[in-house]
Structures are given as C-alpha cells and as structure tokens.
C-alpha cells in the first residue's frame, strides 16, 4: 500500500510534534501517556485539519485538541481503575489451593438454579479461576456483557446461599455444615 503524503497545511502541527508531546507530559505525568494522547491527536488533526479555516489558528486548534484527548484519558483511565477496584473487590473464592476449603458444599446445586450462561461464567471464573476475559472469549459474548452477567449471577448467588445456609453463609462458608441436600 503506498504511502499518502501528509497535507501540506498540517506542516506546522508535525514539525512541532517535541513540544506538543512535552506539553502533554507535563499534563499527564507519564511518557506513555503522553505518546498515546499525541498520537491520538495527531490522527485527529489527519481527520478533521480541513475543520479548520484559518492556518494561522491551527496551532491552537491542535492544543485544543490535545487539551480535550487529555479528559478524555483521564476519564477513560479512572473509569477503567473504578471497574478494576470494583472487579477485584467482588472476588469472593480464593485461589485454587484454597478452594476446596472455601467453597461451600451448598454452592453446588445453587450454581445449577441459575441462568445456564450465568453458571457457565461462575464456574469458570469463580471455580476453575479463569479471567472474565478468558471466560467471556470462550463464551462468545463481549467482556462488557460477561461481566455484568457475572455481577448478576454472583448476586443472585449470595442472595440464594443466604437464604439456604443463613447465618453460615456469613462466614464466607468457611467449613460449612450446612446440609449438602436440600
């Protein structure tokens, strides 16, 4: 595939990509975000540089651009942090050397009342501990969807165990005595 050559009106914006990217570190803090934010940027300015109508405000078109791609880094990266610290709290089983004593003898036949795609995903992520990611790919559905429907199901899981194990299920069923029959 040949390359295209840059429009000419956009001169001004690459040769000054140094100081735009400075202008971005001191910002963001980081390099890597800051060549993310530039490049970004920078496809911006390819798309839409004919937006602009007067070269000698295309300079503070593209720091206005840049200015913009930073919040919306910075949304994007607490957004993702917020999920992360979400996900990670939701964790309830241990690893894999400490499943056989956490997981209740109960949980079982709970797991078989929910939804099929729910169990499915609990007991991959929650009992053969793969990744929602893992767990969603090999499902076919999108990471989104795996784990809003994981959050569900682990709901109406804790909710289920509540009400069949009471007081017991409080423990985080450690060494349960519950009856494994209903």
Not at 106 to 129: S, T
Request: proline share 5%.
């Amino acid at each position: 595939m040949p390359e295209r050559p840059l429009p000419p009106a956009l001169d001004p914006i690459f040769s000054r990509r140094a100081e735009f990217r400075a202008f971005l570190v001191s910002r963001l803090g980081s390099e890597a975000d800051a060549d993310d934010v530039l490049q970004n940027g920078l496809i911006k300015a390819l798309r839409s540089a004919s937006e602009v109508k007067d070269e000698q405000k295309l300079t503070a078109w593209f720091y206005q651009v840049l200015r913009n791609a930073i919040v919306d880094h910075i949304r994007t990266r607490r957004a993702r942090e917020v999920r992360d610290d979400t996900w990670a709290t939701e964790q309830a089983i241990p690893g894999d050397e400490d499943i056989e004593k956490a997981a209740c003898r109960c949980i079982e036949p709970l797991i078989d009342e929910l939804k099929p795609r729910e169990a499915q995903l609990v007991r991959k992520v929650e009992l053969k501990n793969q990744t929602v990611a893992e767990a969603a790919q090999i499902s076919g559905i999108s990471l989104n969807n795996a784990s809003v429907t994981l959050h569900r199901a682990r709901k109406k899981l804790r909710e289920r165990l509540e009400a069949f194990c009471g007081e017991c299920a409080g423990g985080a069923c450690l060494d349960c005595d519950c009856a494994p029959e209903r």
